[in-house]
Each structure stands twice: as C-alpha cells, then as structure tokens.
C-alpha cells in the first residue's frame, strides 16, 4: 500500500522532444532485481504528431533495432508494433497499414487495437478500442492503421490481468483520458499484474494499454536532434545485467513523426 500512495504523489516534469511530443520517468520499484526501476513513458499528441508503423514486410524484410528505424523512418519515437510470429515478419495480431496486412482475421484472444490514420474527417486521429465492445471492429475499417495486442487494461482504467508469477521487461502502449497515446517502458522485470497495478496510480490518467512486447525484445527509442535515449529489455528471468541500451533488431514498430 505504501509503495501504491508513494506512487501516486510522485511528482511528474514532462520534457518536451518534439512538436507534440513529451517524455517523462517514474520510479515503479524501490529495489530492482534487475534494470532502472522506473517507468520511461512518452506522451503524444495525435494531434500534432503523426503515428506510423515501420515494418520489415514493407522494407526488404529487414530487421531493425528501434534506433534504426528511428534513423531509417524519421521517426522522433519508436516503440514495439507488437509481438511477431515465427516468420520474424508478422504481428501475432491483425495488422493493417494501408494495403499491408499481417492475418486475415482478427486473433481472437486479443482485445485491444490501436487505430490512426483516419480515412475520415471527423474522427479522432488516433483510438485505443477495447475490440469486445460492439462497435470497435466497425470504428476499426474507418482506419489506415490498425494493430491488435494482448489487452493490458480496458475501459476507464481497469487491469484485466491476475498475478500468474512471470515477471518481465515491458513495453506498451495506452491512451490517457484525453485521447493522448502513452509509450510505456520498464526494463525492470514485473509481473503484469503489478505492472498495471503501479502504473495506474501513477499521473497519467490511463485508461486503456495494450502490451506490444516483454522480455529482451522490448525496445523503446527518442531520437531527436536535442535528445536521445535508447531502451531494451532483458531476459525473461529476474537477475540480469548488461547494456540497458542494448536492442534486438525487430520486424516492426510503431513510429511518431513530428508534423
């Protein structure tokens, strides 16, 4: 409980990257096993940056470090698209970018989807859908970009996961409750049960999160002029060391360009 209310005081200076983008970090756990103990969190505006996804399907089929891509795409931010399938190619979930599609069909035990690119005016340029609500496969067909994840948290900010005794490094991605889109990076191994538990009482207003990767192949990269800082994850154990920057290269991401 302790740790719990110490976290939702925790005091938060967003620093800002690029043009509606910002980057704050939040200590998680006091005594890491493993990694920095915090929370690296990016916040955007969808608004005043644009969402895209870089994928080896579409690039010669090359792997990328979530630097590379940054370099190779423009991107001032990249973070993992989601988990990919033994191709080293597909996301384990629907995919679509435009004309690229990974799956035919929806995975069914997946029930988030990030959508951007909207093919119409009107709607919000960028939606984190809870798909077992009736309408979001629907809203989804509106979009050029749609990537379906393992659900984290649904709703109004609840954690739709149990202690299961597997902790890991993560990335996700959430919106908060206005509509802005959260990277979220811990390379200290938690289970998710706990995860969500402490990054929701955090200042970030979360509502929904999606996990789009856990373990070594967790990335997470700012890649700016001004500023950069480069994320990885580690093993799927509880002691380990090493190049916190150290990356795997990836199939794809999910990028931010500044407009």
């Not at 069914?108 to 496969?137: C, F, H, I, N, R």
């Not at 706990?194 to 999606?210: Q, S, Y």
Request: hydrophobic share 40%; aromatic share 8%; proline share 5%.
């Amino acid at each position: 409980m302790l740790t719990l209310l110490l976290l939702a005081a925790s005091p938060v200076e967003w620093r800002p990257v690029a043009n509606g983008v910002e980057y704050a970090s939040f200590v998680i756990e006091t005594r890491p096993v493993a990694g920095d103990g915090k929370l690296h969190v990016v916040r955007v505006d969808g608004r005043r940056a644009a969402l895209d996804l870089g994928l080896a399907s579409e690039n010669a089929g090359t792997l990328r470090t979530a630097k590379e891509w940054c370099e190779d795409k423009g991107f001032v931010v990249a973070i993992n698209a989601g988990m990919y399938d033994t191709d080293y190619s597909s996301n384990v979930g629907y995919l679509r970018h435009g004309d690229t599609v990974h799956r035919k069909s929806w995975n069914g035990t997946y029930q988030s989807a990030l959508v951007a690119m909207p093919k119409e005016k009107g709607l919000a340029q960028v939606q984190l859908l809870d798909l077992d609500e009736a309408s979001a496969k629907k809203t989804a067909e509106k979009y050029a970009l749609v990537v379906q994840n393992l659900r984290l948290v649904k709703g109004r900010g609840e954690s739709v996961w149990k202690p299961n005794g597997q902790p890991w490094s993560e990335a996700a991605v959430g919106v908060d409750a206005k509509g802005r889109v959260l990277f979220l990076f811990s390379r200290t191994p938690l289970e998710m049960a706990t995860w969500n538990e402490r990054v929701l009482v955090l200042p970030l207003e979360l509502e929904r999160a999606m996990h789009v990767e856990g373990g070594p192949e967790a990335s997470l990269s700012i890649s700016t002029k001004d500023f950069s800082l480069h994320l990885g994850g580690g093993p799927r154990n509880l002691l380990f060391a090493g190049d916190p920057s150290k990356q795997w290269r990836i199939p794809n991401v999910l990028g931010v360009r500044a407009k």
